[in-house]
């Protein structure tokens, strides 16, 4: 059976990805903060949540040895954890900028550098990055974010660059506007404008997400690539 690791795996995006790899016969250890409890009786298969705050690399350690102990390997991980603190870069505040950087991207790195000692045994493995189209085109008052999810996607690269020759292949997914809490929080003005410029007329949905997770996970010659899913925004 296969293993994976999904931070952030409790809700929104995190959670249809979990769904998405269980219904296919993926065994699951969930990392997040507090919100994969009630995830566990839904899954078919073994399942573990474990609480993980991904910007500690001692957190983050642990977890994924726990996950190794018991199950022996590591297939794929998706570093789906992930936040926003909003506001223009030139009010905003140091600990806005970091705190967005440490989880989005550290917490990233932390996750990847630790699977990565597990799948270069095994001489295989899939990494999935979920970053954003932010990170490629910028957005007004989303500089830490912006930062984030760019320097995801050059640690994509890098690492598939790197890893290629043991087998493990890393990309990574930009959506657009997909419909969960981080975007509920954007208010119904906002949404209507940004739906303006969405060719085809409307948010995303976390279930074509994850179907684009599970795909990747299956394209055994696709690696270093951004894979963007939103609508047509940024065409
Ligand atoms: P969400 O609903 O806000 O969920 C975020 C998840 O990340 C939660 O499970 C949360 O855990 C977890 N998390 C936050 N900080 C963490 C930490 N320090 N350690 C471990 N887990 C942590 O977000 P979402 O909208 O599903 O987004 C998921 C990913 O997709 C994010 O990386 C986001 O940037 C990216 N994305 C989203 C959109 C969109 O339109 N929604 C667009 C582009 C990219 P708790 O519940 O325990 O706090």
Not at 57 to 84: C, M, Y
Not at 104 to 119: D, H, I, P, W
Request: proline share 2%; aromatic share 4%; with cysteine.
């Amino acid at each position: 059976m296969k293993t994976a690791v999904v931070t952030g795996g409790g809700r929104g995006i995190g959670e249809a990805i979990v769904k998405r790899l269980d219904a296919e016969g993926v065994q699951i250890a969930i990392f997040d903060l507090q919100s994969a409890n009630h995830l566990s009786s839904q899954l078919k298969n073994p399942s573990k949540t474990i609480s993980v705050d991904v910007k500690s690399e001692e957190s983050v350690s642990s977890a994924i040895k726990e996950v190794v102990n018991e199950w022996g390997r590591l297939d794929i991980l998706v570093n789906n954890a992930g936040i926003t603190k909003d506001g223009l870069a030139i009010r905003m505040k140091d600990d806005d900028w970091q705190a967005v950087l440490d989880i989005n991207l550290t917490g990233a790195f932390y996750c990847s550098r630790e699977a990565l000692k597990v799948m270069m045994k095994q001489r295989e493995g899939v990494i999935i990055n979920i970053s954003s189209v932010i990170g490629m085109r910028g957005n007004m008052g989303q500089a830490n974010y912006a930062a984030s999810k760019g320097g995801l996607i050059a640690l994509t690269k890098t690492l598939a660059k790197e890893m290629a020759e043991r087998n493990i292949r890393v990309n990574a997914i930009a959506p657009g506007f997909i419909e969960t809490e981080m975007t509920k929080r954007l208010g119904q003005p906002v949404k209507d404008e940004i739906l303006k410029r969405i060719p085809l007329k409307r948010f995303g949905t976390i279930d074509e997400v994850a179907e684009l997770v599970s795909f990747l996970t299956k394209a055994e010659y696709i690696t270093g690539q951004v894979i963007v899913i939103d609508g047509g925004l940024f065409i």
